[in-house]
């Protein structure tokens, strides 16, 4: 479902054009991504683990944005013959500014920091499996997060990023950090001024 909404969003801005000016102060944008979580692992493997979210941002300046967003962090632990699922549901706020590269020459490096909040499932919220009781506990979590992104100009209003992002979330009962390396999307919404 994901690749099909990924796939109709490029379709709708590569048929809008090259017509808007990016990274110019006021300008927004909505951004979809997803990608491994801590490390790359097949789906069959302990510790396999994914992410995916989505986001709104507003540039304040060429060189500086903010940005608002929901993500899913979802990990499956191996337990004997069965896997114990992780999900952490968090709310993320970060502030980007740019530390190499022009809007003319396509590409861009942007290093961000932020807070990330959220709920922390373990096994959905279930104290057993198999009859085993499960010391890990279900939590609310809170911390700051790092991240660096590659940008990459697709067209007037759609960008291709590369990004690799560290949370740390106090209070977690599993780990506290995870690390997401991953691609999304990020489009820039029309404004007045490119009408």
């Known amino acids: 479902m994901i690749n099909h909404l990924v796939f109709a969003l490029l379709i709708v801005c ?9 990274h110019q102060a006021g300008q927004t944008a909505v951004e979809v991504s997803g990608g491994a979580l801590d490390g790359f692992r097949l789906p069959r493997q302990d510790n396999f683990g994914y992410f995916a979210g989505v986001a709104f941002s507003k540039y304040h300046s060429r060189y500086l944005y903010w940005k608002a967003g929901m993500q899913l962090n979802q990990k499956n632990y191996a337990y004997d013959a069965t896997r114990i699922p992780l999900q952490q549901w968090l709310g993320t706020a970060e502030i980007y500014t740019r530390i190499l590269g022009r809007v003319s020459q396509s590409l861009i490096i942007n ?3 932020g807070a990330a909040g959220g709920y922390e499932s373990v096994n959905s919220d279930r104290r057993s499996v198999e009859g085993a009781q499960i010391g890990n506990r279900s939590k609310w979590v809170v911390g700051p997060t790092a991240a660096i992104e590659a940008e990459y100009l697709l067209t007037g209003n759609l960008i291709l990023i590369a990004r690799a992002k560290e949370h740390y979330l106090f209070r977690s009962s599993v780990a506290n950090t995870r690390f997401n390396a991953g691609v999304g999307i990020k489009i820039i919404l029309p404004s007045k001024d490119d009408e």
């Open 14 to 22: 590569l048929s809008v054009g090259a017509k808007a000016q990016l």
């Open 111 to 113: 290093a961000g920091i």
